[in-house]
């Protein structure tokens, strides 16, 4: 979570649970919770009632298991404060919700975004922004399992000359170089801190050299999480007004600076949404957070702030997007795909060949879907597919699919637009090429519905996320094509195994509610 400015209007949303006289969490405490038809199969929800904001947070690989928090907003004193939620995962896919730790009832304060860290002593350690405290604050755990916590304490900036260093407190990150922790702050200008003991902290200045020419003046630089990618470093972020987003480029040593070279986003605005502006959420993909894997891979999550508005049942609950590994090869362009271990979910495969789409659509409106051609029936409402088109047949075509069809004009329609050089998941686009990829690459889009949630990939290059509402008995996945036929070479679909069991026992067993006095 960010400033205060950007969360006043929170304050206000979130209803109140009773607990017991004792204030423990029990199977008859009253808690709202997730309508049994909107529970997700295989995305990580709150098992409980409107919990937003949902930023992830604190993500660690230890010792075989995966850790990650999530921001909860609850009652505190009979005001609203935030606590860390706490899951852990063998495979980052199926979750199990542990007792909350970091809340106020612990912390004396409430809990705001920052990261996970690994102290040089092989600690794990969390910065983040104590809500109510005006700083940021540096928490060690206990134990490797995350289950017990030290007392946080604050983040002391000094100048030289031993006086206090004015800086803007919200959302830091901290990373280590060598023997030296440095420390970013929320800002549109973030300052740079260091320390050799995470006590002592002096101001550096300013993280970034300079700023990128597509970077609007008065965007914020909030969720941070620096962390080296390939032959470069990679700054995930958001701002406020336009969501998750990110910077490549390099650490210059000496000057103790982040040189930004590359600038790109990962939210793409729908037509339903404002063009800039603050919270209350307008913005898809929010609030970032990443890791690095047993073996090395960089995976990334991101809050889903608005999925479900759409139908004003799903407010204010949180969903975190799949987990998406990120990578640079050689050519410097960021790839996104879905997280490996999704395939290990797969069963009851589908393989359709040589489809060719010779029925012209001759409109495709703003709004609604064309209806084009029935290639399939999606068997439930948790699968993969996978759609194959080869290079030559998708250059320079406006074609496309349509989920959720319902062979009136309505459903999702997914498609590529050659004109713009933009792939279109319902009303967002994003920047997506068939004329950038190399040579002989064929165009490959993988989709994952879950329900209503739908993400979808283009060649590992572009990732988009949405919803549809009204998805409940529309398995109807249908092709269409403009101004010449269509070859597909290949659709192959999965049905995934759900992942949600822990989310369902969480729901019972009550074990992330944190106490309210």
């Given at each position: 979570?960010?400033?205060?400015?950007?969360?006043?209007?929170?304050?206000?949303?979130?209803?109140?649970?009773?607990?017991?006289?004792?204030?423990k969490?029990?199977?008859s405490?009253?808690v709202?919770?997730?309508?049994?038809?909107?529970?997700?199969?295989?995305h990580?929800?709150h098992?409980?009632?409107?919990?937003?904001?949902?930023?992830?947070?604190?993500?660690?690989?230890?010792?075989?298991?995966?850790?990650?928090?999530y921001?909860?907003?609850?009652?505190w004193k009979?005001q609203?404060?935030?606590?860390?939620?706490?899951?852990?995962?063998?495979?980052m896919?199926?979750?199990?919700?542990q007792?909350?730790?970091?809340?106020?009832?612990?912390?004396?304060?409430?809990?705001?975004s920052?990261?996970?860290f690994?102290?040089?002593?092989?600690?794990?350690a969390?910065?983040?922004?104590?809500?109510?405290?005006?700083?940021?604050?540096?928490?060690?755990a206990?134990?490797r399992?995350?289950?017990?916590?030290?007392?946080?304490?604050?983040?002391?900036?000094?100048?030289?000359?031993g006086?206090e260093?004015k800086?803007?407190h919200?959302?830091?990150?901290?990373?280590?170089?060598?023997?030296?922790?440095?420390?970013?702050?929320?800002?549109?200008?973030?300052?740079?801190?260091?320390?050799?003991?995470?006590?002592?902290?002096?101001?550096v200045?300013?993280?970034?050299?300079?700023?990128?020419?597509?970077v609007?003046?008065?965007?914020d630089i909030?969720?941070?999480?620096?962390?080296?990618?390939?032959?470069?470093?990679?700054?995930?972020?958001?701002s406020?007004?336009?969501?998750c987003?990110?910077?490549?480029?390099?650490?210059?040593?000496?000057?103790e600076?982040?040189?930004?070279?590359?600038?790109?986003?990962?939210?793409?605005?729908?037509d339903?949404?404002?063009?800039?502006?603050?919270p209350?959420?307008?913005?898809?993909?929010?609030?970032?957070?990443?890791?690095?894997?047993?073996?090395?891979?960089?995976?990334?999550?991101a809050?889903?702030?608005?999925?479900?508005?759409?139908?004003?049942n799903?407010?204010?609950?949180t969903?975190?997007?799949l987990?998406?590994?990120?990578?640079?090869?050689?050519d410097?362009?960021l790839?996104?795909?879905?997280l490996?271990?999704?395939?290990?979910?797969?069963?009851n495969?589908?393989?359709?060949?040589?489809?060719t789409?010779?029925?012209?659509?001759?409109?495709?409106?703003?709004?609604g879907?064309?209806i084009?051609?029935k290639?399939?029936?999606?068997p439930?409402?948790?699968?993969?597919?996978?759609?194959?088109?080869?290079r030559?047949?998708?250059?320079?075509?406006?074609?496309?699919?349509?989920?959720?069809?319902?062979g009136?004009?309505?459903g999702l329609?997914?498609?590529?637009?050659?004109?713009?050089?933009?792939l279109?998941?319902?009303?967002?686009?994003?920047p997506?090429?068939?004329?950038?990829?190399?040579?002989?690459?064929d165009?490959?889009?993988?989709?994952?519905?879950?329900?209503?949630?739908?993400?979808v990939?283009?060649?590992?290059?572009?990732?988009?996320?949405?919803?549809h509402?009204d998805?409940?008995?529309?398995?109807?996945?249908?092709?269409?094509?403009?101004?010449?036929?269509?070859?597909i070479?290949?659709?192959?679909?999965?049905?995934?195994h759900?992942?949600?069991q822990?989310?369902?026992?969480?729901?019972k067993?009550?074990?992330?509610?944190p106490?309210?006095?």
């Amino acid at each position: 979570m960010k400033s205060t400015i950007a969360t006043f209007t929170i304050l206000l949303l979130v209803p109140f649970v009773t607990l017991q006289a004792d204030d423990k969490p029990s199977r008859s405490a009253q808690v709202d919770t997730v309508p049994p038809d909107r529970i997700l199969n295989y995305h990580l929800m709150h098992p409980g009632g409107p919990s937003a904001p949902g930023d992830p947070n604190a993500a660690f690989y230890l010792d075989g298991v995966y850790h990650l928090h999530y921001i909860l907003a609850h009652p505190w004193k009979e005001q609203t404060s935030f606590s860390f939620v706490h899951v852990t995962s063998p495979d980052m896919l199926h979750w199990t919700w542990q007792a909350t730790k970091l809340q106020p009832n612990f912390t004396g304060h409430g809990m705001y975004s920052g990261t996970g860290f690994i102290t040089k002593d092989g600690q794990p350690a969390a910065i983040y922004h104590g809500a109510g405290s005006g700083t940021n604050q540096i928490v060690l755990a206990k134990n490797r399992q995350l289950s017990a916590w030290e007392k946080p304490y604050p983040v002391k900036v000094q100048n030289a000359d031993g006086t206090e260093a004015k800086i803007k407190h919200w959302d830091p990150d901290c990373f280590l170089m060598g023997d030296t922790y440095y420390a970013i702050s929320g800002d549109e200008t973030p300052p740079l801190l260091k320390s050799t003991d995470l006590k002592v902290w002096t101001p550096v200045g300013d993280f970034l050299r300079d700023q990128l020419p597509d970077v609007c003046v008065g965007e914020d630089i909030s969720c941070a999480n620096f962390f080296p990618l390939g032959n470069k470093w990679m700054l995930l972020c958001i701002s406020h007004m336009v969501g998750c987003r990110y910077y490549l480029g390099e650490w210059d040593a000496k000057a103790e600076q982040f040189v930004p070279e590359k600038h790109g986003r990962m939210n793409w605005r729908r037509d339903d949404q404002s063009l800039w502006g603050q919270p209350p959420w307008r913005v898809d993909f929010f609030a970032p957070e990443s890791l690095r894997t047993r073996d090395g891979r960089r995976v990334m999550w991101a809050w889903c702030a608005t999925l479900g508005k759409t139908d004003g049942n799903m407010d204010r609950h949180t969903i975190q997007s799949l987990p998406r590994e990120l990578s640079l090869p050689a050519d410097g362009n960021l790839r996104i795909q879905p997280l490996s271990e999704l395939e290990t979910l797969r069963h009851n495969p589908i393989e359709l060949m040589d489809i060719t789409i010779n029925e012209l659509t001759t409109e495709v409106l703003a709004q609604g879907a064309p209806i084009g051609k029935k290639i399939a029936t999606l068997p439930s409402d948790a699968v993969e597919i996978r759609i194959t088109v080869a290079r030559e047949q998708a250059a320079r075509k406006l074609f496309g699919f349509t989920l959720f069809s319902d062979g009136q004009g309505g459903g999702l329609p997914i498609l590529l637009r050659p004109e713009t050089g933009t792939l279109r998941v319902g009303t967002a686009e994003a920047p997506f090429s068939i004329a950038d990829l190399p040579p002989h690459e064929d165009l490959e889009l993988r989709i994952y519905v879950d329900k209503y949630v739908v993400e979808v990939f283009a060649n590992n290059r572009q990732a988009m996320l949405t919803m549809h509402a009204d998805h409940l008995h529309k398995r109807d996945l249908c092709a269409f094509s403009v101004g010449a036929p269509t070859a597909i070479k290949k659709v192959e679909v999965w049905q995934l195994h759900p992942t949600n069991q822990g989310f369902h026992e969480a729901q019972k067993n009550l074990i992330w509610q944190p106490k309210t006095k």
